[in-house]
């Protein structure tokens, strides 16, 4: 059983930064496999990045460069820091974590990231 918090969306101008946060509970944080999505108005889920227990990541092409996932054991908290903002990343960002080895995924409540100046 997993239970995901997420924080840190709310409203930013074109260009500017903000750094989403996804609390993990209720298991052994570094056996989960972590990932960020975003759903656009009325568009399916997409994947932004993922990151592996092992801290390897992987990025959507529309963000790479601009994102950064990175992930704290320590603190069962895997980040994603956005750089360079503008109005097509506004969306609700979804974190994702699987157990390894499983096929068991758990979501986050989704938080909402809007661009505009």
């Known amino acids: 059983q997993v239970q995901l918090v997420e924080s840190g969306g709310g409203l930013v101008q074109p260009g500017g930064s903000l750094r989403l946060s996804c609390a993990a509970s209720?298991?052994?944080?570094?056996?989960?496999?972590m990932g960020w999505y975003r759903q656009f108005p009325g568009k399916q889920l997409e994947l932004v990045a993922t990151i592996t227990t092992g801290s390897a990541p992987n990025y959507a092409g529309s963000v790479e460069g601009r994102f950064t996932i990175s992930r704290d054991n320590g603190k069962s908290t895997v980040y994603l820091q956005m750089n360079s903002l503008n109005p097509e990343d506004t969306a609700v960002y979804y974190c994702?974590?699987?157990?390894?080895?499983?096929?068991?995924?758990?979501w986050g409540q989704g938080t909402q990231v809007t661009v505009s100046s």
């Open positions: 994702r974590a699987q157990r390894v080895g499983t096929i068991n995924v758990y």
């Open positions: 209720g298991s052994i944080f570094h056996d989960l496999f």
